[in-house]
């Protein structure tokens, strides 16, 4: 019978760069300072970073740098620390959608354009309807103007009522916006 026991990668500690002699990274997406000697000609031993998470939910340690404290998002010192970015792209994925697993194994760099197809693509972001970063509406206020749009109301009276503009009521009744909130089917132009 097959044994299936998972052989364990081994840890391998890096100086994260512009950092070096101060903190490491882990390429199981650990952090730590170094031992070092304090200005008090005192030894000091380096200790693993306990992390919190952020509202986010990415993981992040308090390190200080040249007297600075500085909050640092862990996934992006493993990143730093172990994978070559020759393109200069800006954000890091966790390629199998966990914020919290930060082993080099499971991170890429990628353009925001590559990270926001990957958290729609997995669900992990709906900017649909109230969640949308622009909404000036809630889903409960569109089914209201949709009701008083079929009461008689007009539009111009909708969107003075509502703060909004008269295109977005249109939009809001022929469909074109809302519809996952309304079921309105948008309409092409040439029915």
């Known amino acids: 019978m097959h044994n299936k026991t998972e052989e364990k990668m081994k840890e ?3 100086d994260i760069p512009n950092m070096i002699g101060h903190y490491q990274a882990s390429n199981l997406g650990r952090i730590r300072s170094v031992d070092k000697v304090d200005s008090a000609n005192r030894f000091r031993r380096g200790k693993i970073k306990s992390s919190a ?3 986010k939910g990415y993981e992040q340690v308090c390190i200080c740098v ?3 404290q500085l909050s640092c998002k862990v996934h992006r010192l493993v990143a730093i620390t172990f994978l070559d ?3 200069k ?3 890091v994925n966790h390629i199998d959608r966990n914020k919290l697993n930060n082993r080099v194994d499971n991170l890429e760099w990628c353009d925001q354009s590559h990270n926001q197809r990957h958290a729609f693509k997995h669900g992990l972001q709906n900017n649909c309807g ?3 970063p622009q909404s000036k509406l809630t ?3 569109v089914l ?3 009701s008083l749009l079929k009461e008689g109301s007009t539009i111009k009276e909708l969107a003075l009522q509502f703060g909004i503009g008269k295109g977005t009521i249109q939009h809001i009744k022929s469909g074109r916006q809302w519809s996952s909130v309304t079921g309105i089917k948008r309409r092409d132009k040439s029915e």
């Open 144 to 146: 209201k103007i949709v």
């Open 12 to 14: 391998i500690w890096k």
């Open 66 to 68: 040249d007297g600075r």
């Open 130 to 132: 109230d969640n949308h």
């Open 89 to 91: 792209l800006t954000q």
């Open 53 to 55: 998470i952020t509202r």
């Open 85 to 87: 970015n020759d393109d």
């Open 139 to 141: 889903a409960n206020e």
